[in-house]
């Protein structure tokens, strides 16, 4: 299989496994303190004066409710209709005027100028290398200038934090012959996928992680990418196995 329709089907199982956990999501996850996470999304309030905000990959709206709390108005997309509907669920729009959702997947964004600030927690380590630095751009072309995005990544550095040995993924996976790069965790989503698809509601956390696609990019590349896309970090970390990145777009 060429690389070009792998990663295409690669993003059409991550949808449909997390159309499939949208049940689980409000029941057994999304509920986790993180404090990390906290920490990170604070600093982020403290940058934005409350205005329009994208949940980008918003999932269920787990962050969704702090960002209304802080004053803001929220949109959220995501490319999971399942998991926008525990969103709405969740968040009904007659109660949460200033919230609403749309289904789009990052690579899919065109907005130009509109928000005040970008989050997109817990999302960006299933992009694929070849989408990842365009992404970050739509982010800055969606910001207002001076805007902030915050946003986690996975990097070759947290993939120790979770048990993910990089350079034996990528040898295993090309001995299977799929058609990877270095940073790539997908040997054994075959197998996984076809495990969780089949499972009833309850969805092992491990499981569902060795299902979905995963890219672990060095934390330098992440940063070279950040710069090319015209954003400035103004503040950046590890915690809770993520790399937290706070960053500003320029004002011209």
Not at 12 to 40: C, K
Not at 148 to 175: C, I, N, P, Q, W
Request: glycine share 10%; net charge negative.
């Amino acid at each position: 299989m060429e690389r070009a329709e792998w990663l295409r089907q690669m993003r059409n199982m991550a949808e449909a496994l997390y159309d499939r956990g949208a049940p689980q999501y409000w029941v057994s996850w999304g509920f986790s303190e993180d404090g990390t996470h906290q920490a990170y999304l604070q600093k982020f309030l403290e940058r934005v004066a409350p205005g329009l905000i994208l949940s980008a990959a918003c999932g269920a709206g787990r962050y969704d409710g702090i960002l209304l709390e802080a004053g803001h108005t929220v949109i959220g997309i995501d490319q999971s209709a399942g998991m926008l509907w525990r969103a709405r669920e969740h968040y009904p729009e007659a109660q949460y005027p200033k919230l609403r959702y749309q289904k789009m997947g990052l690579q899919e964004m065109a907005f130009h100028e509109e928000f005040d600030g970008i989050i997109c927690m817990d999302a960006m380590e299933h992009i694929c290398p070849e989408d990842y630095p365009g992404i970050l751009r739509l982010f800055q072309e969606a910001l207002k200038p001076g805007g902030v995005l915050y946003f986690t990544a996975d990097t070759t550095d947290t993939a120790m934090g979770d048990g993910v040995d990089v350079a034996a993924v990528y040898e295993r996976s090309r001995k299977r012959g799929l058609p990877v790069v270095l940073g790539e965790w997908v040997d054994e989503i075959y197998e996984a996928y076809d495990q969780v698809m089949k499972l009833g509601e309850a969805l092992p956390d491990d499981l569902s992680n060795r299902a979905v696609y995963h890219y672990f990019p060095p934390v330098e590349q992440v940063r070279a990418w950040i710069a090319q896309a015209g954003l400035v970090i103004e503040d950046e970390g590890m915690g809770s196995e993520w790399q937290h990145f706070l960053t500003r777009k320029k004002v011209a």
